[in-house]
């Protein structure tokens, strides 16, 4: 069986602006993964990720390029348990 994991993400550099969060939505659901993506007020993006460990692997270092336009300086995970309440991969506002 599969390991179900949950990873909460922080994205740092030139993140905001250059569609990151469609980027990180689209590739997400391509990996049939849950949770979701936002911008934070301090200029990085946060992803939770919930899904299949190596499927969350994938979105990582997919997350480590980011879309064409940005620069991903950092990038900080922090692994958990999934809490099962995610129903599909949103944008959050």
Do not use: C, H
């Not at 007020?41 to 979105?59: M, P």
């Not at 997350?63 to 995970?77: K, S, T, W």
């Amino acid at each position: 069986m599969s390991e179900l994991v949950r990873a909460r993400v922080l994205v740092s550099g030139i993140v905001q602006g250059v569609a990151f969060r469609a980027f990180t939505q689209r590739q997400a659901l391509r990996l049939n993964l849950l949770g979701g993506v936002r911008n934070l007020d301090d200029g990085r993006v946060e992803a939770i990720i919930e899904g299949v460990r190596k499927d969350v692997d994938a979105l990582i270092e997919l997350l480590r390029q980011g879309p064409p336009m940005a620069r991903v300086e950092r990038v900080e995970i922090e692994w958990g348990a999934p809490s099962g309440t995610e129903q599909t991969f949103q944008i959050w506002y």
